[in-house]
Protein backbone atom coordinates (compact mmCIF):
# COMPACT_ATOMS: atom_id res chain seq x y z
CA UNK A 1 0.00 0.00 0.00
CA UNK A 2 2.94 2.57 0.79
CA UNK A 3 4.61 1.64 -2.45
CA UNK A 4 1.45 2.48 -4.11
CA UNK A 5 1.40 6.28 -2.38
CA UNK A 6 5.09 6.32 -3.12
CA UNK A 7 4.70 5.56 -7.13
CA UNK A 8 2.06 8.26 -6.86
CA UNK A 9 3.64 11.13 -6.53
CA UNK A 10 4.14 11.25 -3.13
CA UNK A 11 2.37 11.23 0.32
CA UNK A 12 -0.98 12.68 0.45
CA UNK A 13 -1.65 16.16 2.16
CA UNK A 14 -3.29 16.30 5.66
CA UNK A 15 -6.62 18.39 5.50
CA UNK A 16 -5.80 21.46 7.73
CA UNK A 17 -9.43 21.40 9.34
CA UNK A 18 -9.06 17.96 10.20
CA UNK A 19 -5.58 18.89 12.20
CA UNK A 20 -7.33 21.20 13.83
CA UNK A 21 -10.49 19.59 14.91
CA UNK A 22 -9.58 17.88 17.86
CA UNK A 23 -8.76 21.20 19.49
CA UNK A 24 -12.32 22.44 18.62
CA UNK A 25 -14.17 19.61 20.05
CA UNK A 26 -11.95 19.84 23.32
CA UNK A 27 -13.03 23.70 23.17
CA UNK A 28 -16.29 22.78 23.04
CA UNK A 29 -16.58 20.32 25.44
CA UNK A 30 -14.81 22.63 27.98
CA UNK A 31 -16.89 25.18 26.96
CA UNK A 32 -19.83 23.22 27.86
CA UNK A 33 -18.70 21.27 30.75
CA UNK A 34 -16.86 24.19 32.47
CA UNK A 35 -17.52 27.71 31.56
CA UNK A 36 -20.78 27.68 30.65
CA UNK A 37 -22.20 26.41 34.60
CA UNK A 38 -20.00 28.68 35.53
CA UNK A 39 -21.48 31.34 34.06
CA UNK A 40 -25.23 30.23 35.11
CA UNK A 41 -23.51 29.76 38.77
CA UNK A 42 -22.48 33.87 38.88
CA UNK A 43 -25.41 34.80 36.83
CA UNK A 44 -27.86 32.64 39.66
CA UNK A 45 -25.56 34.61 41.96
CA UNK A 46 -26.12 37.78 41.15
CA UNK A 47 -30.07 37.30 41.41
CA UNK A 48 -29.75 35.93 44.59
CA UNK A 49 -27.91 38.74 45.41
CA UNK A 50 -30.17 41.40 44.01
CA UNK A 51 -33.49 39.53 45.62
CA UNK A 52 -31.96 39.87 49.26
CA UNK A 53 -31.09 43.14 48.31
CA UNK A 54 -34.85 44.16 47.22
CA UNK A 55 -35.83 42.04 50.51
CA UNK A 56 -34.08 44.53 52.57
CA UNK A 57 -35.39 47.16 51.32
CA UNK A 58 -38.93 45.83 51.19
CA UNK A 59 -37.97 44.87 54.93
CA UNK A 60 -37.28 48.64 56.04
CA UNK A 61 -40.36 50.28 54.50
CA UNK A 62 -42.03 51.47 57.41
CA UNK A 63 -44.96 52.65 54.71
CA UNK A 64 -46.64 48.69 54.03
CA UNK A 65 -48.28 47.14 56.69
CA UNK A 66 -46.72 42.92 57.38
CA UNK A 67 -48.77 41.34 54.91
CA UNK A 68 -48.39 43.94 52.20
CA UNK A 69 -44.35 43.54 52.64
CA UNK A 70 -45.22 39.97 52.17
CA UNK A 71 -46.91 40.44 49.25
CA UNK A 72 -43.76 42.52 47.50
CA UNK A 73 -41.29 39.64 48.62
CA UNK A 74 -43.72 37.01 47.41
CA UNK A 75 -44.51 38.72 43.67
CA UNK A 76 -40.41 39.46 43.52
CA UNK A 77 -39.55 35.64 44.36
CA UNK A 78 -42.69 34.81 41.91
CA UNK A 79 -41.01 36.04 38.85
CA UNK A 80 -37.37 33.99 39.55
CA UNK A 81 -39.80 30.56 39.53
CA UNK A 82 -39.99 30.37 43.45
CA UNK A 83 -43.55 28.71 44.53
CA UNK A 84 -44.96 29.49 47.98
CA UNK A 85 -44.98 26.38 50.54
CA UNK A 86 -45.94 28.27 53.56
CA UNK A 87 -47.38 31.77 54.33
CA UNK A 88 -48.15 33.18 58.22
CA UNK A 89 -49.17 36.42 59.11
CA UNK A 90 -45.66 37.34 59.43
CA UNK A 91 -43.36 34.88 57.68
CA UNK A 92 -42.99 33.34 53.64
CA UNK A 93 -41.61 30.09 52.73
CA UNK A 94 -40.89 29.59 49.04
CA UNK A 95 -38.86 26.96 46.92
CA UNK A 96 -38.23 26.97 43.28
CA UNK A 97 -37.67 22.80 42.42
CA UNK A 98 -34.71 21.17 40.60
CA UNK A 99 -34.90 20.86 37.41
CA UNK A 100 -33.82 17.34 35.07
CA UNK A 101 -31.52 18.98 32.12
CA UNK A 102 -32.27 16.27 29.60
CA UNK A 103 -29.49 18.19 27.42
CA UNK A 104 -26.78 17.46 30.21
CA UNK A 105 -28.26 14.25 30.46
CA UNK A 106 -27.56 13.69 26.80
CA UNK A 107 -24.50 15.10 26.74
CA UNK A 108 -23.17 12.88 29.42
CA UNK A 109 -24.57 9.78 27.56
CA UNK A 110 -22.75 10.63 24.60
CA UNK A 111 -19.37 11.14 25.49
CA UNK A 112 -19.26 8.17 28.49
CA UNK A 113 -21.32 5.31 28.38
CA UNK A 114 -22.31 5.61 32.30
CA UNK A 115 -22.89 9.40 31.98
CA UNK A 116 -26.41 8.98 32.35
CA UNK A 117 -25.92 7.46 35.40
CA UNK A 118 -22.80 10.06 36.41
CA UNK A 119 -25.72 12.69 36.06
CA UNK A 120 -28.80 11.02 37.59
CA UNK A 121 -26.60 10.60 40.70
CA UNK A 122 -25.89 14.35 40.21
CA UNK A 123 -29.79 14.76 39.63
CA UNK A 124 -30.50 13.19 42.84
CA UNK A 125 -27.98 14.71 45.12
CA UNK A 126 -28.71 18.20 44.57
CA UNK A 127 -31.33 20.09 46.44
CA UNK A 128 -34.25 22.40 46.13
CA UNK A 129 -33.63 25.84 47.14
CA UNK A 130 -35.84 27.28 49.94
CA UNK A 131 -36.10 30.34 51.47
CA UNK A 132 -37.99 31.50 54.63
CA UNK A 133 -38.57 35.11 55.31
CA UNK A 134 -40.16 35.87 58.90
CA UNK A 135 -41.32 39.79 59.32
CA UNK A 136 -41.80 41.06 62.85
CA UNK A 137 -45.41 41.52 63.79
CA UNK A 138 -46.51 45.12 64.88
CA UNK A 139 -46.26 43.79 68.75
CA UNK A 140 -42.97 43.25 67.95
CA UNK A 141 -42.27 46.47 66.78
CA UNK A 142 -44.20 48.16 69.96
CA UNK A 143 -42.06 46.44 72.31
CA UNK A 144 -39.21 47.29 70.16
CA UNK A 145 -40.52 51.01 70.83
CA UNK A 146 -40.95 50.52 74.62
CA UNK A 147 -37.57 49.17 74.86
CA UNK A 148 -36.35 52.12 72.98
CA UNK A 149 -38.23 54.77 75.50
CA UNK A 150 -37.48 53.13 78.27
CA UNK A 151 -33.55 53.78 77.49
CA UNK A 152 -34.22 57.37 76.66
CA UNK A 153 -36.39 57.72 80.36
CA UNK A 154 -33.12 56.00 82.24
CA UNK A 155 -31.06 58.63 79.96
CA UNK A 156 -33.28 61.44 81.16
CA UNK A 157 -32.91 60.33 84.90
CA UNK A 158 -29.29 60.05 84.70
CA UNK A 159 -28.92 63.40 83.22
CA UNK A 160 -27.40 62.38 80.10
CA UNK A 161 -30.33 64.29 77.53
CA UNK A 162 -32.72 67.01 78.61
CA UNK A 163 -36.39 67.06 79.21
CA UNK A 164 -36.79 68.34 75.46
CA UNK A 165 -34.42 66.21 73.72
CA UNK A 166 -36.12 63.06 75.29
CA UNK A 167 -39.64 64.58 73.94
CA UNK A 168 -38.00 64.91 70.28
CA UNK A 169 -36.36 61.89 70.21
CA UNK A 170 -39.89 59.57 72.23
CA UNK A 171 -41.67 61.68 69.03
CA UNK A 172 -39.23 60.29 66.32
CA UNK A 173 -39.59 57.49 67.68
CA UNK A 174 -43.74 57.14 67.29
CA UNK A 175 -43.50 58.99 63.82
CA UNK A 176 -40.92 56.50 62.36
CA UNK A 177 -43.39 53.32 63.69
CA UNK A 178 -46.69 55.24 62.41
CA UNK A 179 -45.12 56.53 58.97
Do not use: H
Amino acid sequence: MFSILLQAGGVAKPNPVAQFLPFILMFVILYFLIIKPIQKKTKNDQIKNILELNVIKIKNNNRLSVSEKLDEISMLYAKENYVITLRTENQLQMIRKKKFNFLWALLWTLLWGVGLIVYIIYFVSKKDDIYTITLPTNEKVNLIIADEVKKLSDLLDKGVITNEEFELQKLKLFAKNNS
